[in-house]
């Protein structure tokens, strides 16, 4: 595989309506706070309003003109997705860019969505899912970049059980909701290219980032799993396995922001295993990203999951 380094050059975004899930803390803040500088106008979508708030005093303390809208999604719940897209649709103002970047990562025992999906396939996918399709009249002429990850390795999905029913395993299920993420951004700019949507759609993966994704507070712990310790004593003693979040979000930047970057297409880190290394390449891909048949299969579940749907396309898997 041809994986070129990329150049990254955020240009003036002045003007640009960018919504970032997940923006109180670890990448998402990252990416908020680089987007505000070039400009952008930035929603950032939070589950908790305080720790929203407090996310963006920090940005504006370095960046005093920062222009950031802190609004309220659980995405766990599809009816706090609907009300925050309800949010938006009233404000009737285009969005440039939906950077689906939130993420629950490795709960120890099985948890459920208010909807009774297993957590991280129920808020990393079906979440993104249904608000990208309920947002999908704003985004016409846009860009939508889905945060993946460098566990997305599974060779299957297996569509009698995506909610993990029989028999739980944490990191296996984390794997299945951003294999199913990046499945969807695929089959998401096919069917926009199929349909005349506009709207462009790409992924990305930060690598291993230094972030609190393990931390628990994303699955209601107070203290930090034995993994997230572990995870973060290698910090210290391999930190060359590791980067920092203002090297973390290069890939996802790129995705979002460069007028290089294209639809259909997975962008990571460049060091080795695509895991550090900083800058920007093209990511290896996982095959069923590229297998059209199961892409829709999961696209009509996914439907079918969250009563949401789009505008009906064919050919598109």
Not at 166 to 187: D, I, P, R, T, W
Not at 199 to 221: F, R, V, W
Not at 283 to 294: G, Q, S, V, Y
Request: hydrophobic content about 45%; some cysteine; charged content about 15%.
């Amino acid at each position: 595989m041809n994986r070129p380094d990329l150049t990254l050059a955020v240009p003036d975004l002045s003007g640009k309506h960018i919504v970032v899930t997940g923006a109180n803390s670890g990448l998402g803040f990252g990416l908020a706070n680089r987007l505000a500088a070039a400009g952008a106008d930035v929603v950032m979508a939070v589950r908790n309003s305080t720790k929203g708030e407090a996310a963006a005093a920090q940005i504006r303390q370095a960046n005093p003109a920062a222009k950031l809208s802190v609004q309220v999604i659980d995405l766990a719940s599809l009816a706090s997705v609907e009300a925050f897209a309800d949010g938006l649709a009233a404000e009737g103002r285009p969005v440039d860019v939906l950077i689906a970047n939130a993420g629950v990562m490795t709960p120890p025992a099985r948890q459920e969505t208010s909807g009774g999906f297993e957590l991280q396939f129920g808020a990393n996918h079906l979440g993104h899912f249904a608000l990208t399709g309920r947002l999908l009249p704003l985004l016409r002429g846009g860009r939508v970049v889905t945060v993946s990850s460098i566990a997305a390795t599974q060779p299957k999905i297996r569509f009698d059980d995506v909610n993990a029913v029989n028999g739980y395993k944490a990191m296996y299920s984390y794997g299945v909701a951003k294999l199913a993420q990046l499945m969807f951004a695929f089959e998401l700019d096919r069917r926009s290219r199929a349909g005349g949507w506009g709207i462009t759609s790409n992924g990305a993966h930060p690598g291993l980032s230094k972030t609190n994704l393990l931390s628990g507070a994303s699955y209601g712990l107070d203290k930090p799993t034995l993994s997230s310790r572990l995870t973060q004593l290698t910090w210290k003693l391999l930190p060359f396995m590791w980067l920092e979040v203002d090297e973390g979000i290069k890939p996802t930047l790129y995705a979002a922001v460069s007028p290089d970057a294209a639809g259909a297409k997975y962008y990571g880190p460049r060091g080795l295993y695509e895991t550090a290394g900083g800058g920007v390449t093209f990511a290896k891909l996982p095959p069923l990203t590229l297998d059209e048949r199961t892409c829709g299969e999961l696209w009509h579940q996914s439907e079918t999951l969250t009563g949401v749907t789009f505008p009906a396309v064919e050919p598109a898997c």
